[in-house]
């Protein structure tokens, strides 16, 4: 397992959580192993069955949690939570202007010379309620989320003419995407010692298998995938354009489209139809997540085979799941349009309209980009269908392992994400986190996220937890500047979670 993951830290990676918790966004995203409350529902429900605390039940108030990386960041509290809700709110027209003098600036943090593309994401999770029952053998447990995600990707050639040099030709690459999706889940989640495994050697080990189906509502639904490139091929005067466009939308983002397509102004658009969408329900679906994990006793350690009478404290944890397992059907205020097959043209030379301000995810923003900065207008020209459709849930495949040595805890998580969504791209994710407690009730956690051999994020949290109840917070930085101007990307706390 540490082989794998050694091999994995050098992959490219990006930001990616399956639940956003204090804890885990504290230890640098992961948790297979690791997370063993209501919220291993939704990460590795195996994991319930693991004790911490001599106590059978637990039961969680809400907590809340952000992550938000933009085109631009700025440092401070304040300024973090303003970032956030330019990229989670309807779009504001003009927000996010680039000065002239800090557009090369924008361009050298965001687009290396060979890249034409950048990637972000902003995510909102509520862990509404949760509620666990242990046993020796059995765990019971029942969670509440609502979970909020926007991804989108765009080009180099929106910010400028300056062609990318692939090799083969040159590229001014217009690509835009924006996935968007608000998900609300009640899971059961059941795990049980697998006896048929246990005993089989001469250690301390118990091996438990977790199961969590779950009711999905869909929210607000939005993918939208505009592919627009110029090519110059080597030898060659002119620019060829590729472009094709499709868009799978639900809620407001689907009554936008048709407006925008019916001639209604933008401001209007933005007005009437993003609003009041928090809770609108646009479809159903279900899901399941699912999950083993290995637990081997150390030492003195003698939970694995006395799991109702001693708590664990010295332990080897390996874990493997599959989460979201499952699709949603929206069924209400859906819509579809697309332009294809592909487009293909020859030009003599790529676009000159600019952008002058970021493209930062916001619902409404794409349509935004599309009418005043686009080379035409390709919404108007898709063809338009209105059945209903049915999208995957943010599937992936996870593993980890955690080293428990008493008052210390050393872990490490894999994770591919099996689809391109709002939550995740299809690509490995790595990360690392410890956990450290100089007294009995006082946690110190951190982590760090690796992207390629660069640290992606650095995370750092703390948790006070006595007898009866449990509080922790977190929060995820930058790593450049986190010596000097510490840019603050996410921050999670939790209420209070009791246990009896």
Known sequence: ????????????????????TPRNMALGGGGVSYINDHNANF?????????????????????????????????GFLNAYENFKT????????????ASNDLQDFLSDNYSNSDARAYYRTRYDADLFGITIKSENRALSLALRRRTSSSYEVGKGWFSTSPVDKGNYLLVDRRLVHRYQTLY?????????????????SRLDNFSIGIAPK???????????????????????TFTRYQSMD???????????????????????????????IFN??????GIDIGVTYLLSLGSDLSAIRSDEQATKRSLRLSFSITDIGLVRYTNNERKFSVSPEVTNDITEAPSSLSDVTFNGAPGQFLYFVDRFGEDDPVTAATQDERSFSTLLPVSMNAGAMIELNRVKFMSDIRLGLTNNAFHRNTVYSSFGMEIRPFRILALRGGIQLEGSEADFISIGTGIELERWTLSLAAQFLPSEITSNAILTGYSAAALQFHF
């Open 247 to 277: 868009v799978s939308a639900a809620g407001g983002f689907a009554r936008a489209f048709s407006d925008y397509r019916n001639g209604a102004m933008l401001p209007d658009i933005l007005r009437d139809q993003y609003e009041n969408e």
């Open 215 to 237: 009711l999905v509502i869909g929210g607000q639904f939005q993918e939208a995938v505009w592919d627009n490139e110029y090519r110059q091929e080597n030898g060659n005067t």
């Open 281 to 286: 329900y646009n479809g159903l679906g279900a």
């Open 43 to 75: 990460y590795n429900p195996a994991n319930l069955l693991i004790r911490e605390k001599d106590r059978r039940i637990e039961v969680s108030g809400p907590s809340f949690s952000l992550y938000a990386n933009a085109p631009v960041n700025n440092s």
């Open 1 to 20: 397992m540490i082989t794998l993951l050694a091999m994995v830290a050098g992959m490219r990676a990006a930001t990616a959580q399956p639940v956003l």
């Open 87 to 98: 990229q989670y709110f309807t779009y504001d027209p003009g927000s996010g202007s680039i």
């Open 185 to 201: 889940e009640l899971s059961f989640g059941l795990a049980e010692s697998f006896t048929f495994l246990n005993g089989l050697t």
